[in-house]
């Protein structure tokens, strides 16, 4: 019984059931070399056994012995994996059952062909769609990785209906999710783990098979590489492809990162899909066999211990070719895609062959036609001999593509070179449970091998951090011992010398007492006993001593530093107290200073509103002596106290508390400037200072009613002055004001803005600008307040742009439709031509004659009724300057005239 990557159905057993023995197996064992046939087989079992992977019960067909898989070592062993239902097919096909049904417990395949009628086909391994790719890996490819590195050359090849999941199960990185890794990364993962880098070499080759021509997807220049096959040897070798040495998996994932760009690129070069091209990957193995080892794995048992250690070291060479084939489905489609059939033959030449060639070894073919085409050339050596081929076929589920399944799983049968089984009518009650352990398996295994993954990177982590640790610890003991031992022998040192001292005294004062008294050895004795007593005491008291002095020394040294960090902090502090106290002081004057002004303000405006609007006509100069005071005693009174206060204060200082945190200042200091701004020969002051683009950011930051009220105010007066009109326009201010138009309720907001854009509508320059920026708009859109404040300002502005735009025509610059009239004005012009409210009448009667003066204008004033107006105001307007101007322009036009005459209307 063999396990996992081993448990193969194996091909004696199968033979038997025919009773002949095949070509396949004629010609691997004619290939084949006995030894090391026997060695693989030694290999692969024990690959299976450690490999820990589930085991087929005895009595299944996958469970072969020893002896069978010995039979036949170079038998093309096949899978047949099944993907997963994807998006698309579970919506389309959410009605009707899979095509196929899995049993993998008898790695049996039950293909539907109708709802009562299924054929069953056996195949050496069945995964199903819940198979682990490292599962996959461990059956499909990892016995032939393990041939590969024991020195024999080894083949993976993936078939099957594009989108079935080829490329899945061979090339998958697995960057995101290593249980996603594929055969490639895997196989080379396994490779690096067994070789010795100091002595062996890994070495692969990217390649392209795509209309017979073979491309080097290491070096997209190379795109016709040749094949060399050795006569004698029967070695297939590509001596043009790029081979590029691989030290670790990192470089291994980049490089085929750069096939996979490369591939991209050709194929879009040469207009055809991955799908329709084989690609190839091969990796050479190099390792050099030690004599002693070689000697034990011949198996010669009678090589004497000299003849071993003379063996000279040796190079055992593996070659691993890994091929994702193209799409299956073009064998029978050739011709589709708008290929001429000779191209498509050419496209699917290797592929048929390929399926040639299987048949051939299949069916005791005495001819194989290897030399067919150069896939079979490349893979000659992969059939047979010593080579170890293992091939999945990969399927869909979806019964819309049950002929392209169909003839996949044929492919399969025919590599295995089996027949279909008898139909089995039995069924086991026990599938559904074996079925459920599968699955479960197969998801703890992609569990587990991502936990394990988990760890082994925890446990790394963790043993950097720890040995860091630990090394910082003992640089610091070191460092601690170092100190204390010079410390110790300082003090020892320090008190061997006091003693001797005192020991020479006392000596001195013991010779002279000797003289005196004469006294005897025992006092002598006594003395000494005292005398070290007394300097043993002595050395305590004086390392006691020692350490309370560079106690106090310590504490003395941080009572000072604490000490002057307070004075500073204290310092500190002061300094802080003074200034806020200074600052309070200026905060509470300049809030005098601003609710006096602004106090004051209010009651400039509450004085000039009672003598203001009304009597004033909607003139030119309306809305300026509206806000600006009128000359008479009082006002004069505020006009020095503001200039006074102007003075004090200092404009910048005023300015800048536009900007103000608190709401109720903003609204004062805008206030303040609009007042300033009322005075003519205080507006060159406010935009050198800056004071038109803060009005301008305030009336578009702020949403306070207020300020958009008085800032447009202030806008429209300092609008009134050449320089500053086409500072507004460059500042954008026709947009801000269109937008304060739009959101205004107060028609005292919109009759500032209505001012502001009428002035603008007065120069020469800025027509086209206002006009592109939707100032004509703006103004049409505030019609609909219908306050005649609103309304004269309006007819205001039509007027001016009117007049300017006379002007222009008269001069040349101008040719074209007035743009008042593009834009939409003329409707309301001859509505509101005879207002009652006479500052509207007397600006569109002005209006309408400006525009009468342009021939171009002449047919949309008629068509739109102006031409009515115009008579009208010819023969009824009160001023006479008017009148007579509407007249004039009358009768000098043809088109009018013309139109009077078509009308029989005696003029
Ligand atoms: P092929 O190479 O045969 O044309 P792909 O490998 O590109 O097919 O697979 C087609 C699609 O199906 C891809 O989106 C792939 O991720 C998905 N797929 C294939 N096999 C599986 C599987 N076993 N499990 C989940 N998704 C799969
Ligand atoms: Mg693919």
Redesign the pocket.
């Known amino acids: 019984m063999a396990s996992g990557g081993a448990n193969y159905r194996n091909g004696t057993q199968r033979n038997s059931l025919k009773g002949t023995t095949t070509a396949t197996d004629r010609q691997l064992s004619m290939n084949s070399n006995p030894s090391k046939a026997a060695l693989k087989n030694k290999s692969l079992s024990s690959v299976g056994a450690s490999s820990g992977l589930r085991k087929s019960s005895p009595g299944s067909l996958g469970g072969g012995t020893a002896k069978d898989d010995a039979g036949v070592p170079g038998r093309v062993r096949v899978a047949v ?1 099944l ?2 239902r ?1 998006a698309e097919e579970s919506v389309a096909d959410a009605d009707f059952a899979d095509c196929v049904e899995l049993q993998p417990e008898f790695k049996r395949l039950k293909l539907r062909k109708n709802n009562w009628d299924t054929d069953t086909y056996e195949f050496d391994e069945v995964l199903t ?1 819940f ?1 682990s790719q490292k599962r996959v890996y461990e059956i499909v490819a990892k016995p032939v990785v393990e041939s590969v590195l024991d020195g024999y050359n080894g083949t993976v090849m ?1 078939y ?10 061979l ?1 998958r990185l697995g960057e995101e999710d290593t249980a996603d890794r594929g055969i490639i990364v895997r196989a080379m993962e396994d490779i690096l783990a067994d070789v010795s880098l100091e002595s062996d070499s890994v070495s692969v080759s990217y390649l392209q098979l795509y209309m017979e021509s073979l491309q080097d997807l290491l070096d997209p220049t190379n795109d016709n590489i040749s094949i060399v096959e050795d006569p004698k040897s029967g070695d297939v070798s590509l001596p043009g492809a790029t081979l590029v040495e691989i030290r670790d998996q990192q470089s291994f994932l980049e490089l085929l990162q750069l096939g996979e760009a490369h591939r991209y690129a050709a194929n879009t070069r040469l207009n055809t899909e991955s ?1 329709r091209s084989h690609a190839l990957l091969m990796v050479h193995v190099k390792r050099s066999v030690k004599g002693r080892e070689l000697a034990h794995s011949s198996q010669n048992g009678n090589s004497t211990n000299m003849a071993k250690s003379l063996r000279p070291t040796l190079v055992r060479k593996g070659k691993l070719v890994v091929v ?1 084939l193209a ?1 299956s489905e073009r064998i029978d489609k050739s011709g589709s895609e708008g290929h001429t059939l000779e191209e498509a033959k050419s496209i699917n030449l290797s592929l048929s062959a390929l399926g040639k060639c299987i048949n051939a070894l299949a069916e005791n073919s005495a001819h194989v036609p290897v030399r067919d085409s150069k896939l079979t050339r490349l893979l000659r050596d992969s059939f047979g001999g010593t080579a170890r081929t293992s091939l999945v076929i ?1 399927i869909g589920p979806s019964p819309r593509h049950r002929g392209e399944t169909t003839s996949t799983i044929m492919f399969g049968q025919r590599a295995m070179k089996v027949e279909n089984m008898l139909k089995l009518k039995e069924e086991f009650d026990y599938k559904s449970l074996a079925r459920k352990l599968d699955i479960q398996l197969d998801k703890l295994i992609m569990e587990h091998e991502r936990k394990q993954k988990a760890f082994e990177e925890e446990i790394e982590r963790i043993t950097t951090d720890t040995q860091n640790q630990i090394s910082e610890a003992e640089r610091n003991y070191a460092d601690a011992m170092e100190k204390e031992r010079l410390k110790y022998q300082k003090d020892y040192m320090e008190s061997i010398k006091k003693l001797e001292e005192k020991w020479m005294m006392n000596q001195h004062k013991l010779g002279e007492r000797k003289d005196q008294m004469a006294s005897t050895a025992e006092e002598v004795a006594e003395l000494q006993k005292l005398l070290s007593k007394e300097t043993s005491l002595r050395k305590a008291a004086e390392e006691e001593v020692n350490n309370l002095k560079s106690q106090l020394a310590q504490l003395k040294m941080s009572e000072a530093s604490a000490n002057s960090e307070i004075l500073k902090l204290r310092k500190m502090l002061e300094d802080e107290a003074y200034r806020k106290e200074k600052l309070e002081g200026e905060i509470s004057m300049l809030q005098t200073q601003l609710l006096q002004l602004s106090f004051e303000a209010d009651e400039t405006r509450r004085r000039l509103d009672r003598g203001g609007p009304g009597k004033v006509p909607g003139g030119l100069d309306s809305l300026i002596s509206q806000v600006r005071p009128q000359v008479n005693d009082s006002v004069n009174e505020e006009k020095a106290s503001i200039a006074n206060l102007f003075e004090q204060v200092g404009l910048q200082k005023i300015l800048s508390l536009l900007e103000a945190e608190d709401a109720d200042v903003r609204i004062h200091a805008v206030k303040v400037v609009a007042n300033l701004a009322a005075e003519e020969s205080n507006q060159q002051k406010i935009v050198e200072a800056g004071g038109l683009t803060s009005l301008l950011l305030l009336l578009g930051s702020s949403e306070d009613e207020t300020i958009h009220r008085v800032a447009a105010g202030a806008i429209a007066n300092l609008a009134m002055n050449e320089t500053n009109q086409e500072l507004i326009m460059s500042e954008g201010g026709i947009r801000l004001l269109s937008i304060t138009a739009a959101n205004a309720e107060d028609p005292q907001t919109l009759r500032m803005v209505a001012g502001a854009i009428a002035n603008l509508c007065g120069n020469d320059k800025l027509q086209n600008k206002l006009r592109g920026e939707g100032g004509i708009k703006a103004l049409l859109g505030m019609v609909k307040c219908g306050h005649p404040d609103v309304l004269a300002q309006v007819a205001r502005g039509i007027a001016n742009f009117a007049k300017c735009e006379s002007r222009a025509s008269a001069q040349g610059s101008k040719t074209g439709r007035s743009l008042l009239i593009e834009d939409g004005a003329l409707p309301w012009i001859v509505q509101n031509a005879n207002n009652d409210a006479s500052p509207i009448r007397r600006h569109i009667e002005l209006a309408v004659c400006h525009l009468a003066q342009h021939e171009v204008n002449a047919r949309d004033m008629i068509t739109g009724g102006a031409l009515w107006e115009l008579v009208r105001i010819s023969q009824d307007c009160s001023r006479e300057d008017i009148r007579t101007l509407a007249h004039r322009t009358l009768t000098s036009s043809p088109t009018f005239l013309a139109e009077l005459r078509r009308l029989r209307i005696d003029y």
């Open positions: 994996r993907r997963p994807n769609e198979a993936a099957g209906q594009t989108g079935t999941g080829k490329t899945y199960t090339g799908s994702d799409g990969t």
